[in-house]
């Protein structure tokens, strides 16, 4: 079954740019989706089909997907990005990364 | 408002049952695609199921076939699971979830409006 490595955590300094990875075997191929979920609230989606943002989600929010990695990236970050942000991918399934919980410091 | 907006859940003895509800408003139920997605506490997201819009077609993950049922009701433009035979590693927040699937050039499946979520909590 196709798995998705991430990093458990990231911690990013208020107002500079928080990278988060998804790895996955020739992922590129893909299209990678990513949800934010704060503590005690749904996943909200922020990027889909790889690099495009759904309504009211800010410019901020980017992402790219090339190779064996996707990456969300958040510029100018702010103390409300703190969240866990899930990747997801489908492989003849529906298949979601395990989190990558989001510090901002 | 689209919104989803959703209702049961709780606390249920193993081997025990519990249907969830999910009543849509802003767009219409039939006409999507619709999932449930759980999650343990502290844990990722596990797709559980989807049923196909304009048809019943329904599909589940290995780990609720069998146990769970996925249903519409039109006539109330909501989404049920029905969760027989449960376990304890069946507890988990259980969304409801509306998904857009593109089945040609790149296939994919994406969750974009989900539910609140309800906890379900399988013990003695």
């Known amino acids: 079954s196709y798995e998705l490595t991430r990093p458990l955590s990231v911690s990013v300094a208020l107002g500079q740019t928080a990278r988060i990875t998804c790895g996955g075997n020739n992922i590129g191929s893909k299209n990678v989706h990513w949800y934010q979920q704060k503590p005690g609230q749904a996943p909200v989606l922020v990027i889909y089909?790889?690099?495009n943002r759904p309504s009211g989600i800010p410019e901020r929010f980017s992402a790219s997907n090339s190779g064996n990695t996707a990456t969300l990236t958040i510029s100018r970050a702010q103390a409300g990005d703190e969240a866990d942000y899930f990747c997801q991918v489908w492989d003849n399934r529906v298949v979601f990364g395990g989190g990558t919980k989001l510090t901002v410091l | 408002e689209v919104q989803l907006v959703q209702s049961g859940g709780g606390l249920v003895q193993p081997g025990g049952s519990v249907r969830l509800s999910c009543a849509a408003s802003?767009?219409?139920?039939?006409?999507?695609?619709m999932n449930w997605v759980r999650q343990a506490p502290e844990k990722g997201l596990e797709w559980v199921s989807v049923?196909?819009?304009?048809?019943?077609?329904?599909y589940y993950a290995d780990s609720v076939k069998g146990r769970f049922s996925i249903s519409r009701d039109n006539s109330k433009n909501t989404l049920n699971l029905q969760m027989n035979s449960l376990r304890p590693e069946d507890t988990a927040v259980y969304y409801c979830?509306?998904?857009?699937?593109?089945?040609?050039?790149?296939?994919?499946?994406?969750?974009?409006?989900w539910g609140r979520g309800t906890l379900v909590t399988v013990s003695s």
């Open positions: 979830v509306r998904s857009v699937d593109i089945s040609t050039g790149t296939v994919t499946r994406y969750f974009d409006l």
């Open positions: 089909r790889d690099t």
């Open positions: 802003g767009f219409t139920v039939s006409s999507n695609y």
């Open positions: 049923i196909y819009s304009g048809s019943d077609t329904t």
